[in-house]
């Protein structure tokens, strides 16, 4: 089936980066597109960007732009999202999500925390 | 950038009501609208894509309609387990740039 597990619980200093990974199985990787989708406590999802896995290409939401990075190892079907200048508000738990047009898999989740 | 508006905030309704969620697009979306149930603690999970398509698994009791800038969600008789959060969510043509809804939290009255 299809799975997509993401790495544990980040806790960050204000200004440092953080790289969250998301292995997928059960399909082949380069297929589908993968997204980031992140969310707040207690508030909605927002969308940070996507990747296809087998050009490497990437979009990503204006709001993130310079901050963020997507990319991938194809050879261990994994997808990765890079987050630098971390400050406060960017404490949220992250999702990759699968698909192109709507996404029908998605990560358990991986918690950052960005804190002094 | 398209805005997706969801109402209403939040819906209060009884087991074996109907409930009908509305998202309006700030522009048109076509039909690449997409809606998903969020339970605490859990990641969303898809229910409805192209606008009027089940994903599957999901029951027959939810439905999706709508096209352009106005789009529903019906789930014609609530079980206990449907009372959650649920977002809409679209995509834009070129570049394929996505939004979510704030949501709507479907709660037991």
């Known amino acids: 089936q299809v799975q997509l597990v993401q790495s544990g619980a980040e806790v960050k200093k204000p200004g440092a980066s953080v790289k969250v990974s998301c292995k997928a199985s059960?399909?082949?990787?380069?297929?589908?597109?993968i997204n980031w989708v992140r969310q707040a406590t207690g508030q909605g999802l927002e969308w940070m960007g996507w990747m296809n896995p087998n050009s490497g290409n990437t979009g990503y939401a204006q709001k993130f732009q310079g901050r963020v990075t997507m990319t991938r190892n194809t050879s261990i079907s994994t997808a990765y999202m890079e987050l630098s200048s971390l400050r406060s508000e960017d404490t949220a738990v992250y999702y990759c999500?699968?698909?192109?047009?709507?996404?029908?898999?998605w990560g358990q989740g991986t918690l950052v925390t960005v804190s002094s | 950038e398209i805005v997706l508006t969801q109402s209403p905030a939040t819906l209060s309704l009884s087991p074996g009501e109907r409930a009908t969620l509305s998202c309006r697009a700030s522009q048109s979306v076509s039909s690449y609208l997409a809606w998903y149930q969020q339970k605490p603690g859990q990641a969303p999970r898809l229910l409805i894509y192209d606008a009027s398509n089940r994903a599957t698994g999901i029951p027959a009791r939810f439905s999706g309609s709508g096209s352009g800038t106005d789009f529903t969600l019906t789930i014609s008789s609530l079980e206990p387990e449907d009372f959650a959060v649920y977002y809409c969510?679209?995509?834009?043509?070129?570049?394929?740039?996505?939004?979510f809804g704030q949501g709507t939290k479907l709660e037991i009255k």
């Open positions: 999500a699968r698909g192109a047009d709507y996404y029908a898999g």
């Open positions: 059960g399909y082949t990787f380069t297929s589908y597109d």
């Open positions: 969510q679209q995509r834009s043509n070129w570049p394929p740039l996505y939004t």
